[in-house]
């Protein structure tokens, strides 16, 4: 059973890694700009590209292989989508319509605040 949603997992893992990749690669990018690094080597850019594809990719890698990392997402994956109860639709649109109410009753009650605030500092001004 928990071999059943390894896909699920995999694909998780895959968004984690291609999350990796991202932030090294904006990070690399920064650090090339803050040294100038353009300047000195050629092909920073390319190298920079390609070094957080590799360690994207060893990522994706090393969760793939890492038998404790796989076995306790699995086991998650089951737990998520066997013992959580998910709402139904008409619980969600009732909670979804309480959310606005509040935030719009919290929004006036915040501008009316304001409202009085500026008329109390204006008189004092």
């Not at 038998?67 to 089951?78: H, L, P, Y």
């Amino acid at each position: 059973m928990e071999n059943q949603y390894q896909k699920v997992v995999s694909i998780g893992y895959l968004a984690l890694a291609a999350l990796a990749t991202y932030l090294c690669m904006a990070a690399m990018m920064k650090i090339s700009d803050a040294y100038d690094l353009e300047a000195k080597v050629k092909s920073i850019e390319f190298i920079i590209r390609g070094g957080s594809l590799l360690i994207g990719g060893w990522i994706f890698y090393f969760l793939q292989r890492n038998t404790k990392v796989n076995s306790f997402t699995n086991e998650v994956a089951v737990e998520l989508f066997t013992k959580v109860t998910w709402p139904t639709s008409k619980e969600t649109m009732s909670a979804t319509g309480v959310v606005m109410v509040t935030v719009l009753l919290a929004g006036v009650v915040l501008a009316v605040f304001d409202w009085l605030w500026s008329l109390a500092l204006r008189a004092i001004i």
